[in-house]
């Protein structure tokens, strides 16, 4: 059986800095980044709290493969992906968590 994924961004409240994370359990891995629960972890020593893009895959490693190609880029490309989905760049937590 396949499994999806996503990948997405997390950042901070001044929006410096940017996490790019896959997961195949969206709700569940943004919370734990929301919640530091993994003490010590680059999310959590940055405070990167708030999700501002995020983008689904039909598998597992089609998400996995995005990921390894969006990390490459240089930060204004990466701005540019969020930009043309979430210009004002909102916390979306309250779009997911919903599901």
Do not use: C
């Amino acid at each position: 059986m396949e499994r999806g994924g996503s990948i997405y961004f997390m950042t901070n409240k001044n929006r410096t800095t940017l996490y790019l994370g896959v997961t195949t359990n969206l709700i569940k891995r943004v919370s734990e980044h929301r919640t530091h629960y993994y003490k010590g972890s680059f999310t959590d020593k940055y405070n990167l709290e708030l999700i501002v893009f995020y983008e689904f895959h039909s598998t597992i490693e089609e998400a996995i493969s995005r990921e390894k190609q969006v990390k490459k880029w240089i930060r204004a490309k990466k701005d540019k992906l969020i930009n043309e989905l979430n210009p004002d760049w909102i916390d979306l937590w309250g779009e997911i968590e919903k599901w």
